[in-house]
């Protein structure tokens, strides 16, 4: 996709859409993957800018646009964009699907595959194994008292005994799915079943 660096919000790809054409500037490294393997087979050209000029992509929007000015960037038009976004298209929704039953399936199957005894990084890396072709933005896991000490359980080296709690966000497509599984090795405290139930 445009991201390298999963932790940033910034792409390595700007798309140049104007009455005429879209054109996908991106960097000198990325050019030829972004071209066969993300654009293929749609109308969208690709320009190659070097790497290492800093405001290279900009610069190169400016100059097929003709102007010195800034072009109007996605955040300019969000207002009016993001009702359009917030309806999936049958495609879309196609793809959710799809990507629901890949998640569903790697946690529910990693979660079978655990035993007591194996850590909370074992099981991460079970699932994210089990995930070919989807990113994993967000995995967490808690094993025991820590699903209940933190709302957000990075994996660690705890080892699972009576629970586990899996929580995954796949993304493929630019599509999100998250999901939250439970499994119990032991029956849950009366406190715990009456809480269950009560959800």
């Known amino acids: 996709t445009g991201h390298i ?8 790809v700007a798309m140049l859409v104007t009455r005429d054409d879209v054109v996908a500037i991106t960097q000198n490294m990325e050019a030829a993957r972004l071209a066969d393997e993300e654009l293929d087979g749609l109308d969208v050209d690709v320009a190659s800018v070097p790497w290492w000029e800093p ?12 102007t010195s000015r800034s072009a109007v960037r996605d955040a300019d038009l969000e207002p ?24 569903r399936v790697a946690v529910e199957g990693a979660l079978a595959a655990a ?7 074992e099981l991460v890396a079970d699932l994210v194994g089990r995930l070919p072709g989807a ?12 699903i209940e000490r933190y ?8 080892p699972i005994r009576r629970r586990v709690m899996l929580v ?16 119990e090795f032991e029956p849950p405290d009366a406190d715990l079943t009456g809480r269950i139930e009560a959800v």
């Open 5 to 12: 660096l999963q932790s940033s919000e910034t792409a390595i």
């Open 55 to 66: 405001r290279a992509i900009e610069v190169e929007a400016l100059r097929r646009l003709g």
């Open 80 to 103: 009016d964009l993001v009702v359009i976004r917030s309806v999936l298209s049958d495609l879309d929704r196609e793809r959710m699907a799809i990507l629901g039953q890949i998640a």
């Open 115 to 121: 035993r007591p005894g194996l850590n909370e990084d």
């Open 135 to 146: 990113r994993v933005p967000v995995v967490l896991a808690a094993a025991d008292g820590r």
């Open 151 to 158: 709302r957000h359980p990075l994996p660690g080296a705890t």
């Open 168 to 183: 995954l966000v796949a993304e493929r497509w630019g599509l999100h799915v998250a999901l939250t599984r439970i499994r």
